[in-house]
């Protein structure tokens, strides 16, 4: 205006000016971000590949320092004969007038062949233990020690006659699921 000019540090518009970037071929609208993905895409897939081969390479190659712990098998399942009707039998004794015992007998076997053997055998099972059974004294059974005594005894005798019928023992236990004298 009259002949004054205002340096440019106090000219407001251009100082505004001054703040602004210039615009830069980067900036410039339409212009993609597709390196940006691309390289975010690699990162991802190099990180699961680096996931993968750690997992693979230590799955089973557990340290030396921590054994494998291993749970032992189950057995089968056991099964159960019967040797009915139950074993009726006058006991070895003179004092007190004659004297009885009667006992159920069951064969315990795990062994899924064995339990038609046992059936086979029953008859020749069932005249052992009589002979067993009729030679006791009450006096050897009056107590539990005596009473495992003779379940001991007779599961010897059972297992000696199915080893050498069949070769095998065929039973793992011998039970008195009913034991009564008089």
Known sequence: MYGLSIPEEFNVAAAADKTRKPETAKDAPGKSKRPLLITALIAVIAAGAAGGGVWYYTRDNAPASTPKVETPALPAPAQYFALDPAFVVNLNSSIDGPRYLQVEVQLMTRD???????QTHAPAIRAKLLML?????PA???????????QAA?????????????????????LFTSFVTQ
């Open 112 to 118: 899924p062949l064995a339990l038609q053997a046992l």
């Open 133 to 137: 059974f009729s030679q006791v004294e």
């Open 140 to 150: 050897q059974i009056a107590d539990r020690a005596g009473k495992e005594k003779l």
């Open 154 to 174: 007779a599961l010897v005798e059972v297992q000696k006659l199915m080893k050498a019928e069949t070769g095998k023992n065929s039973v793992d236990e011998l």
